[in-house]
């Protein structure tokens, strides 16, 4: 399978925080890849790290064969890498319809910006009733589909997604769930970390598990649904 995205020996400090130490990871064309691990476990470093945002002190990041480690954000996200932060990271005095057009603004080639907001918002079906509302009045909810639609309708090859559970009722996730698969069956690859992990094993081809900035297991979600390193890194977290 042809790799997507690389993580080569990368290790990232906050001064003299160690919080990756020689990270490596794959995100294979076509495949869901989720990041697992206790809270403080790297997880979070690891996307600002591959959008820009935060520099590798060591190890290289290609996307596409290409090294990406020395790009800015803005450049990052217009090679098709689109992170959707903890917190959504959606304008919340802008309209529904202004962010959405605003997400289009770096779309690659001859991209119709009308026709990918139209698609993004037939998989947000919710959205279209609040179009002209301002996004900081939308629900918790609402706001975690604006936050995914924006990337959809940016015209991604690779989505990054940082908890989009966070908060939210069982029933809200389990649609923004249920959005994930239909985007990943057509094709598209994500990296994702979800704090459910019985979830983010259903969901993804391939896990990575995280423990203390370092990979310690890697594997098919039914390789480590059991695995010692699972368990070991969630011990005394009371996430698994
Ligand atoms: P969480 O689920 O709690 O977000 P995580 O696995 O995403 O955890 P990170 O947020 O990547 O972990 O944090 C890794 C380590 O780096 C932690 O020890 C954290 O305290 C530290 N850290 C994160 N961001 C910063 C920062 N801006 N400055 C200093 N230290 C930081």
């Known amino acids: 399978m042809t790799a997507l995205l690389e993580l080569d020996g990368v290790s990232v400090s906050y001064g003299s925080m160690k919080a990756l130490s020689d990270v490596s990871l794959v995100v294979p064309e076509g495949c869901v890849v989720a990041l697992l691990g206790p809270n403080g476990a790297g997880k979070t470093t690891t996307l600002r790290t591959i959008s820009g945002l935060v520099r590798p002190e060591r190890g290289h990041i290609r996307f596409r064969g290409r090294s990406i480690d020395r790009l800015a954000p803005h450049r990052v996200s217009s090679l098709g890498i689109l992170h959707v932060p903890e917190g959504r990271g959606i304008f919340r005095s802008l309209t529904v319809a202004e962010n959405l057009e605003m997400a289009t603004y770096a779309l690659r080639g001859a991209a119709d910006s009308r026709s990918v907001v139209e698609q993004a918002l037939d998989m947000f079906p919710a959205l279209r ?44 996730t389990e649609q923004l769930f249920d959005t994930i698969r239909t985007a990943a069956a057509s094709g598209v690859s ?16 391939y896990c990575y598990v995280l423990e203390k900035g370092r990979v310690v297991g890697v594997g098919q979600p039914e390789d480590l649904r059991d695995s010692d390193a699972l368990a070991a890194a969630y011990l005394g977290a009371g996430v698994a």
Do not use: C, H, N, W
């Not at 936050?147 to 029933?171: C, H, Q, T, V």
């Not at 994500?190 to 081809?205: G, H, K, N, S, T």
């Open 129 to 172: 009733d609040r179009l002209r509302q301002a996004a900081g009045t939308l629900s918790g909810g609402e706001q975690q589909m604006l936050a995914m639609a924006r990337a959809f309708a940016a015209g991604p090859e690779l989505i990054m997604l940082d908890e989009i559970s966070m908060g939210l009722a069982p029933k809200i």
């Open 190 to 205: 994500m990296l994702l970390i979800e704090q459910y992990v019985d979830a983010a094993l259903e969901l993804a081809d």
